[in-house]
């Protein structure tokens, strides 16, 4: 597998990860009475889901993006030098 390919995937796992910590912490902290949306509500899992999905992909974009940014672009500090 190319290595930007591991890299995509690693970094998206991770983000995705985040994101679903992060829609943890939100539920537990209740922050926006989103605790007992969830746990008292019919289909308050499905809202648990949407949400830590839709915050893991956000998750995993921003963490794949700051890492190609930060990637060495191969030219030794030379930038538009000739």
């Known amino acids: 597998m190319p ?3 591991r890299l995509y995937i690693r970094q ?10 992060f829609s943890m912490l939100l539920v537990v ?8 949306l969830v746990i008292h509500v019919d289909g308050g899992w499905l809202a648990f ?10 998750f995993a974009g921003v963490q794949f993006g700051i890492t190609v940014m ?13």
């Open 12 to 21: 998206c796992l991770l983000g995705l990860a985040l994101g679903i910590a």
């Open 29 to 36: 902290l209740n922050v926006a009475n989103l605790g007992h």
């Open 49 to 58: 889901a949407l949400l830590s999905l839709f915050n893991g992909l956000v």
């Open 70 to 82: 930060g990637m060495d672009d191969g030219t030794n500090g030379r930038n538009g030098e000739k």
């Open 3 to 5: 290595r930007l390919v």
